[in-house]
C-alpha cells in the first residue's frame, strides 16, 4: 500500500525470460523520468524466469537505487505479475511497462509528462505498421469489438496506463492476457473514471518471441471478456445503493 506522501509514480515492470531486454527498459524509464513532476519507483517482478532475468535484475537494483526487485516462485502470467508489483507500489501512481523494451524514451515521456492530469492516462500505438499484419489485424478487430460491446470510443485497449495507486490496488481483476482491457473498461464504465488517451510509438522486440498468440492466452481474453459483459450489463443492475456504498472502499 502507499506509504509516501511525496512519491509521484511507481512502475511496474513484468518480466519473463527478458534477460537480454530488461535492462534497455529499465535505461528507458530512467531517462524519460525527467518529464515526471514528482519521484518515482520501478519495481521489477521477475515472473519465475527460466532464463538470467533475475540475475540481470538484481544487478540493476545494485546500480539504481529507485529500482526493487520481486521474486515469483511460480509464474502467475503477465496480469498476475503486475499485480504483485502493484500490491507493492507505494506512490501515488502506477504505471505497468513490459519488460521487452518496447517503449522508446519519447514514448515514455509523453505518457510521463501526462501522469495527473486525468484519472487514468492511458496510451495507444500510433505505429502498428512496425507489427505483422497479423498482429494488426488480431489488434483493430479486439479495439472495434470492445468498442462496440461497451460504447467506448477507445483507440486502444491494450496500451499501458496510468492509474491511481489505491484504484488498482482494490481492482479484483484476472490473471489473463485482457486484464488491461478488463481494468479500463469496468473504471470507465462503472466507475464513470476520466481519461486521456496519448499517441505512443512502440519498438518490436530485439530479441525473444511475443506471447500474445498462445492458444492459452487467447482463451484467457475470451473468457476474460465474457466475465466483463455479464458484470457490466447484468451484475451492475442488480446492485443495492449499499452495495454501491462499499465500491467507494472497495472498487469492484
Known sequence: MI???DGLLSIVVPAYNEEKNLEPTIVNLTKASHKLKGSYEIIVVDDNSTDQTESVARRLEQKYPSVRLIKNTVNLGFGGAYKRGVEN???????MVPGDDAYPISSLERIFEK???ADIVMSYTSNLQVRSFGRRLISKGFVHIMNLLFGLRLKYYNGVSVLPTTTAQNIKFSSGFSYAAENLVRLIKLRGFTYEQVPCEITERKDGKSSALRLKNIWSVFSGVSKLLVDVYCLSRF???P????EDQKVF
Open 3 to 5: 506509504n509516501s506522501t
Open 89 to 95: 507500489a507505494r506512490l501515488s501512481y502506477v504505471l
Open 243 to 246: 452495495d454501491m456504498a462499499k
Open 239 to 241: 446492485k443495492t445503493k
Open 115 to 117: 501522469v495527473g492530469s
